[in-house]
């Protein structure tokens, strides 16, 4: 086909120009309503590429490409860089050339014009769309032979503008709609993780706090207790014995302290953490003690914030143990429950739960909230001593 035959003016081109409308009916997206036309057009007008080029937020357009993929469609264009940038800013109606690869229009410095060179688009016509008295884009063929287009073809891309440029205003503002949406819909997401995370933190800030005034209560504020009894009594001071209570006293919250973070956990695992523990609690006191884990290390592989808090409930549970039931045997079983779910056994043989008063209630109670907390089950029973039972709930494990 010779140049003179795809630049003649087709007859039939109002026929064409009517059936667009048929054409875009239930096309909801911009690429697929182009490609839905592009048959059309090209009955109309002979092209090796074309394009429809958008305004999108303010300063730049969008690109929407048939024929020929360029970079013009895979990222958004500054209007001063845009080779068609007299459109965009209304100063012509109209761009009309023989050879855009040399046109100063096309090819200024800092255009972006690769696409023109590189697929040698040296025929164009451009032509604005206009919804409303208001330049909304262009509307842009382009073909590699020289010279190929003249004024009957600019009337029938003005035709085509004067017919697309409704659908194509109206698909675009819906595209834009639908984006706004979707970046309310990441904000609010954002906003409600914050507040998530906002709360989980000030519960996590919550249970630390109560751990910390419940160790203090427990152990800090026991000792120093007895050793104002011992200050302020009748009975001679035992200089010597209030200096090694102090120093057991300062010891006991320099141990507080470093469980704030609990490297031994970290480092050694769960079992061997609750072995240290025990060690510590019964001191120099006759008591024989084991750990027994049957779970291959389980309480290991559970998250941390999970881990920590079964580690604290077996502290808190040892510290009972050792400082109030007056126990010789103390055993730390790690096991499943029937159900399989992560089990931890504390069992004494002391005085059991009512013969000692106070003291080992209110740690008690401190148990049963600390267990509250993560949501675990817990038992105590007086049998033969005292055996306190933690059961993590059932998909505790395997979050690590």
């Not at 800013?89 to 100063?104: E, F, K, Q, S, V």
């Not at 079964?310 to 790690?334: D, F, G, K, P």
Request: proline share 4%; glycine share 8%.
């Amino acid at each position: 086909m010779t140049a003179a035959q795809m630049a003649a003016d087709p007859p039939a081109r109002g026929d064409v120009i009517l059936g667009l409308g048929a054409q875009l009916a239930g096309v909801v997206e911009i690429r697929s309503a182009l490609s839905a036309v592009a048959p059309q057009i090209a009955e109309i007008v002979s092209y090796t590429h074309a394009d429809i080029c958008l305004h999108d937020s303010p300063g730049w357009v969008v690109s929407y490409e048939v024929g020929i993929e360029t970079r013009w469609s895979r990222k958004r264009t500054r209007v001063q860089y845009s080779p068609v940038r007299e459109l965009l800013t209304g100063r012509t109606d109209l761009m009309l050339t023989a050879n855009a690869m040399t046109d100063p229009r096309y090819t200024y410095p800092g255009a972006c014009c690769e696409p023109i060179l590189n697929h040698r688009l040296r025929s164009r016509i451009n032509v604005p769309m206009v919804v409303m008295g208001r330049v909304i884009g262009t509307l842009n063929v382009s073909h590699n032979i020289e010279g190929l287009y003249g004024m009957a073809q600019v009337e029938a891309v003005r035709e085509l503008s004067q017919v697309l440029s409704p659908h194509f205003h109206a698909l675009h503002a819906a595209e834009k709609a639908q984006q706004a949406a979707r970046a309310r819909a990441r904000a609010q997401e954002q906003a409600d993780g914050l507040r998530r995370g906002a709360l989980e933190l000030t519960q996590a800030l919550e249970q630390e706090r109560q751990r910390i005034g419940m160790d203090l209560h427990d152990q800090t504020l026991a000792d120093l207790t007895r050793i104002l009894r011992d200050l302020t009594s009748e009975a001679p001071l035992d200089r010597d014995l209030l200096a090694e209570r102090v120093t057991d006293t300062i010891d006991d919250l320099r141990r507080l302290i470093d469980m704030a973070v609990p490297t031994l956990l970290d480092l050694f695992g769960f079992a061997h953490a609750v072995r240290v523990h025990l060690e510590r609690a019964v001191g120099s006191d006759p008591v024989t003690i084991d750990v027994e884990d049957a779970t291959e290390g389980a309480p290991d592989r559970l998250n941390p914030t999970a881990r920590t808090a079964l580690y604290r409930i077996a502290q808190e549970a040892i510290n009972n143990a050792a400082r109030h039931a007056r126990a010789t045997h103390i055993v730390v079983s790690i096991t499943r429950d029937p159900a399989a779910r992560l089990r931890v056994i504390i069992r004494d043989d002391g005085c059991g739960i009512g013969a000692d008063g106070g003291g080992r209630h209110s740690g008690l109670a401190h148990l049963r909230t600390r267990a509250h907390l993560v949501g675990a089950d817990l038992e105590i029973v007086a049998d033969g001593g005292t055996c306190v039972t933690v059961t993590l709930p059932a998909g505790a494990e395997g979050t690590a």
